[in-house]
């Protein structure tokens, strides 16, 4: 006698058949918010930058060279000031037939300044805080020959960003006894994007 608690054989693969399949129905839950009445997260700010960069003067450390009793006298100074960002450099700063030896040279003794007028390049609506950079080339001359430890020496570096203004400083020279340092200042801006 079969106890009645007992399914018959053929129906087990059909109720797996009806539970598998879920008789057709998502068995995903759907996503509820948290709470519906909050607002979603805002996305982050967006921003662009402006840099404003303005040459001021080159600090002469180091005149390169020297009289016969090994005291410095004014040396002869030439400069070039190039900066590039997004677009490509801008037009160079130099002083006249630079690294000629029949161009225009500045005599400067240590501790003193070639002072030129203040330019200001500028970069605006940049999408990041970036891609800025300043080179500077100093030559120093004996006669038509150049000295060995300033024969055009140069540098370029990046302009890194810092919001607000701020006095910089390239150095090129090996050491101070012939050593030329150019004093620059960087206004850095952030805006945000829509405000």
């Not at 030439?78 to 030896?101: C, K, V």
């Not at 003794?109 to 330019?119: A, D, E, L, V």
Request: aromatic fraction near 10%; hydrophobic fraction near 35%.
């Amino acid at each position: 006698m079969k106890h009645l608690t007992e399914a018959p054989r053929y129906l087990l693969p059909a109720l797996l058949v009806a539970i598998l399949s879920g008789c057709g129905a998502d068995l995903t839950a759907p996503v509820v918010p948290e709470n519906p009445e909050e607002p979603a997260e805002p996305a982050p700010p967006s921003y662009v930058y402006a840099v404003d960069v303005e040459t001021r003067y080159i600090d002469i450390r180091g005149s390169c060279d020297t009289d016969i009793f090994g005291d410095a006298v004014p040396g002869e100074f030439q400069f070039y000031i190039r900066l590039s960002g997004p677009g490509g450099p801008r037009t160079a700063h130099i002083s006249r037939g630079y690294n000629t030896w029949d161009g225009y040279m500045y005599q400067r003794n240590n501790g003193t300044n070639i002072n030129f007028g203040n330019r200001n390049y500028g970069w605006e609506n940049l999408p990041t805080a970036g891609g800025v950079k300043i080179e500077l080339r100093l030559a120093e001359w004996d006669g038509v020959s150049k000295d060995s430890r300033m024969r055009d020496r140069a540098a370029t570096v990046d302009v890194p960003f810092k919001l607000g203004t701020e006095t910089r400083r390239l150095t090129l020279g090996a050491t101070g006894a012939c050593q030329g340092s150019l004093y620059y200042d960087v206004t850095w801006t952030r805006t945000e994007v829509g405000s």
